[in-house]
């Protein structure tokens, strides 16, 4: 308990210096992102492809063939294809060295026949260790069944282990790794970038404000009517229907600048490390809160500052946060709003609550109405 309550509070201490530095004031981030940073062009993507394959040329440590059927049947499917045929009776085989292996990869955007990309092998056997292996030729298919590109390469694997008497030392995972290019593409993807007079533009996050904010954007920079937000995550844009005129259009439209969107407010909490992360936009309302043995109580006094040059001359009125925890028993009053959330982890953590303890109360919190953002537990 000791080591995740110092994990928890060393991963709050730094959350919350990140929030207070987004809380800081304008100057804290940009004032404008490209439209590349919010939104992607629909089409515009890589396509999971995954294939059934052998590693062979390990030291002993491959699958144990008389637990793992399928890794005979497969190297004899294979040697089959090489002209090799086991005569018959020769029983199962008792391979050391070889392991069943899935193959995974992401075949990226406009990815043309004889290019390479990268591709992750994982044991799906009881092998001990893939490191040394080699992994043959595996053709990865779509969820349309069709072959997009094959596989083959010696594998990378970044851990280490030795045993001895009973002994076991391990670092890090030897069941999977990677083939750096070890993926060769022999079918492009049909894309439908090229269709139509209009491209779609789809927003990493569904926000209406971000949507308007794009519509206009492109509108000012390229001409009114040229685009027009169709919902809260779609942005329809007229284009050129030449190809190499869309290209650069596009092109265009991605290096349009728009005003930075306000996040929605949130807070996320791990359960499992006890780990918070709050964006800027999160504040609370009047709210007061008995917990077992914590009393918490939370106010803001209006404090007046005077004209100076940060101010611009200007008198500004600002909050001062008042925030007092007892554990024992007392009284609890209704008390004005608090205007950050961070002013409370900071005080629970200083205090020594435990993760349940805050995840417990900022659940009531937000079930009493009191917690102005949305609370996402994972």
């Known amino acids: 308990m000791d080591t995740v309550l110092t994990t ?4 709050t201490a730094l959350l919350l210096t990140a929030a207070a530095l987004l809380i800081g004031g304008p100057t804290a981030h940009a004032d404008t992102v490209r439209i590349k940073e919010v939104a992607a062009v629909q089409g515009v993507r890589s396509n999971q492809i995954s294939g059934f394959g052998l590693v062979v040329g390990l030291d002993g440590t491959g699958d144990l063939t008389t637990q793992m059927p399928y890794t005979t049947q497969t190297l004899g499917n294979y040697l089959q294809q090489l002209g090799i045929t086991l005569p018959p009776g020769t029983g199962q085989l008792q391979l050391k060295n070889v392991a069943a292996v899935v193959v995974t990869a992401d075949l990226p955007a406009f990815a043309q026949p004889g290019q390479h990309f990268d591709v992750t092998v994982s044991s799906i056997g009881n092998a001990k260790s893939l490191k040394g292996g080699t992994l043959i030729t595996t053709p990865l298919k779509g969820v349309d069944g069709e072959i997009y590109a094959l596989a083959q390469g010696n594998l990378v694997i970044p851990g280490a282990g030795a045993s001895s ?4 030392v391990q670092i890090n995972h030897l069941s999977a790794g990677r083939i750096p290019s070890g993926g060769q593409v022999e079918r492009a993807v049909a ?7 209009t491209i779609t533009l789809n927003l990493n996050a569904s926000d209406f404000q971000t949507a308007q904010r794009v519509e206009q954007a492109i509108n000012q920079k390229i001409g009114a009517g040229t685009a027009r937000a169709v919902d809260g995550r779609t942005v329809r844009v007229k284009a050129p229907t030449d190809a190499d005129a869309r290209v650069n259009f596009i092109a265009q439209i991605e290096d349009v600048q728009v005003n930075n969107p306000v996040p929605a407010a949130k807070v996320v909490i791990n359960t499992r490390t006890g780990s918070i992360v709050l964006n800027q936009a999160v504040t ?15 106010s803001s006094t209006p404090v007046i500052s005077q004209p100076n040059a940060l101010s611009n001359g200007q008198t500004v009125v600002a909050q001062k946060s008042d925030i007092q925890i007892k554990q024992e028993p007392g009284v609890i009053m209704t008390m004005p709003p608090s205007p950050q959330l961070s002013d409370v982890v900071r005080a629970l953590n200083a205090l020594g ?19 102005n953002a949305d609370l996402e537990v994972i």
């Not at 008497?165 to 076991?168: E, P, Q, R, T, V």
């Open 191 to 197: 894309t439908g970038l090229q269709d139509g007079d």
């Open 8 to 11: 928890f509070r060393l991963a």
């Open 353 to 371: 609550a435990t993760p349940q303890d805050l995840l417990s109360i900022l659940q009531a919190i937000k079930a009493a109405g009191a917690l």
């Open 165 to 168: 008497g009973g002994s076991k």
């Open 284 to 298: 609370l309302g009047p709210c007061a809160i008995a917990h077992g043995s914590l009393s918490i109580t939370i």
